[in-house]
């Protein structure tokens, strides 16, 4: 269906990367590590805090963003901006 084609021994789930690759099966999965631009949800998952306070992260503009169309969009580099900044405060402590 819609011109995708897995290889019949892909496993999805929990454990599948590691079933895969014992099966000798490589299937390419993009995770939030890997992506250049990030959702707000993604943003949640990489920075592991509720969506609520990526949110407002992003409108007390700690983290800059983006808007295409109605969605708000993140760069990967301004998340690591944010970290290096919090980073740098946590030191001088």
Same mark, same amino acid.
């Given at each position: 269906?819609?011109? $995708?084609?897995?290889?019949?021994?892909?496993?999805?789930?929990?454990?599948?990367?590691?079933?895969?690759?014992?099966?000798?099966?490589?299937?390419?999965?993009?995770?939030?590590?890997?992506?250049?631009?990030?959702?707000?949800?993604?943003?949640?998952?990489? $920075?592991?805090?509720?969506?609520?306070?990526?949110?407002? $992260?992003?409108?007390?503009?700690?983290?800059?963003?983006?808007?295409?169309?109605?969605?708000?969009?993140?760069?990967?580099?301004?998340?690591?901006?944010?970290?290096?900044?919090? $980073?740098?405060?946590?030191?001088?402590?």
């Amino acid at each position: 269906m819609y011109g $995708l084609s897995l290889p019949s021994c892909a496993v999805f789930g929990v454990g599948a990367q590691e079933a895969n690759v014992e099966k000798g099966c490589s299937v390419v999965s993009k995770t939030v590590t890997d992506r250049e631009v990030l959702s707000p949800e993604e943003l949640a998952e990489f $920075l592991g805090c509720g969506r609520t306070y990526a949110y407002k $992260l992003l409108a007390r503009g700690e983290i800059r963003s983006f808007k295409i169309g109605r969605l708000r969009r993140i760069r990967r580099q301004d998340v690591e901006r944010y970290l290096q900044t919090r $980073l740098g405060a946590a030191d001088e402590v």
